[in-house]
């Protein structure tokens, strides 16, 4: 099952579940390429894991973290399935990382990792868009990682019994294939992040996690077309355009 939220031809939006290309809600059918698909949620904070994939640190010559690392990406990052994000003004390298983001269903502080799927909605594609230039001068990554429509999201979120455990997750630009793993080569999994997490902040309904990306990141540039598909979850697809 897949819940999507769109905004309907006449304006109105809403929520319903995805079925192939349809899209059932409120005893209606829409075909989805009539409708404005919209971020699946609107988080109040989006928590990114860094280096969670062995390959990926070594690809960054980077050592694997003996905790999780984390950063924060705020709500003006947020942008939907379909959108042309506008890559930064000026940057030599931008880059795309295809990651399985975990939407929060309640409200979770201090959880025991063995507790943890009780806190999760689902589960929905996640482009974490990132600007090297600035993400290698500074500490933070303010620049690098929370800039304007830098996390496209979705198209849908699925429940959590649809993601099979060793799911590929796979991205291609403009149809070539630049990304290809699967998530069981994540080195923390999703019940020790939310663990790790919640240590520290309280998690909020819609809240995500972007639980890192796997090797074989790589620039974007003017007019490119991603595509970001998910065993079991879907496809969330994008452009970019140079601002
Ligand atoms: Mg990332």
Request: net charge negative.
């Amino acid at each position: 099952m897949a819940r999507i939220r769109f905004r309907d031809p006449a304006g109105s939006v809403r929520q319903g579940q995805l079925d192939g290309d349809t899209i059932l809600a409120a005893s209606r059918r829409y075909d989805i390429s009539r409708v404005e698909v919209l971020p699946p949620v609107e988080p109040s904070k989006i928590v990114c894991v860094g280096r969670n994939y062995a390959k990926h640190a070594e690809e960054l010559n980077s050592d694997v973290p003996d905790r999780p690392l984390l950063f924060l990406k705020p709500p003006n990052t947020v942008a939907s399935h379909g959108d042309e994000i506008p890559l930064p003004a000026g940057k030599d390298r931008v880059d795309h990382e295809a990651e399985l983001a975990v939407v929060i269903g309640r409200q979770a502080r201090n959880v025991d990792a063995a507790d943890a799927d009780k806190y999760i909605a689902g589960y929905t594609c996640f482009d974490d868009v990132s600007n090297r230039d600035d993400q290698n001068e500074e500490q933070n990554w303010v620049r690098g990682k929370a800039f304007d429509s830098s996390a496209p999201i979705g198209p849908v979120v699925a429940s959590p019994e649809s993601l099979p455990d060793d799911a590929s997750i796979e991205l291609r630009v403009n149809g070539e294939t630049r990304q290809a793993s699967t998530v069981a080569h994540m080195i923390f999994s999703v019940p020790e992040l939310i663990e790790e997490i919640t240590t520290y902040l309280t998690l909020e309904p819609g809240d995500v996690i972007a639980t890192g990306t796997p090797e074989g990141v790589g620039p974007l540039s003017d007019g490119d077309h991603v595509g970001i598909e998910i065993e079991g979850v879907g496809t969330l697809e994008h452009s970019v355009i140079q601002d």
